[in-house]
Nanobody
Framework: QVQLVQSGGGVVQAGDSLRISCAASGRTLSGYAMGWFRQAPGKEREFVAAISRTGGYRYYTDSVKGRFTISGDNGKKTVYLEMNNLQPEDTAVYYC???????????????????WGQGTQVTVSL
């Protein structure tokens, strides 16, 4: 398994931007699918965004399309989630995840991923 350490997050106002990061230790993320999920209080963990193992495809849940961007830097072994025009409904604990065997049809499935970050809180106020 890959150890993932998240950073960033915090409290922002609606309309603000924020970037959260997820750094892997011990190896690069080349060949790994990379994903971001979030979990709001009382709700199940939901898919936010992912990059396919080849890096050629990016997928987003409909509610964040056009506002969030996922990117990966294999040289720095880091995956980012750039979040713009944040809204109160984006408030959640955000988790990064990576997986070496995640196929395209399973990118939205949290159970397909091998390793998870510790989570970071993002709170958006009006």
């Amino acid at each position: 398994q890959v150890q993932l350490v998240q950073s960033g997050g915090g409290v922002v106002q609606a309309g603000d931007s924020l970037r959260i990061s997820c750094a892997a230790s011990g190896r690069t993320l080349s060949g790994y699918a990379m994903g971001w999920f979030r979990q709001a209080p009382g709700k199940e963990r939901e898919f936010v965004a992912a990059i396919s193992r080849t890096g050629g495809y990016r997928y987003y849940t409909d509610s964040v399309k056009g506002r969030f961007t996922i990117s990966g830097d294999n040289g720095k072994k880091t995956v980012y989630l750039e979040m713009n025009n944040l809204q109160p409904e984006d408030t959640a604990v955000y988790y990064c995840a990576v997986g070496s065997r995640v196929i395209a049809s399973e990118l939205r499935n949290p159970r397909a991923y091998d390793s998870w970050g510790q989570g970071t809180q993002v709170t958006v106020s009006l």
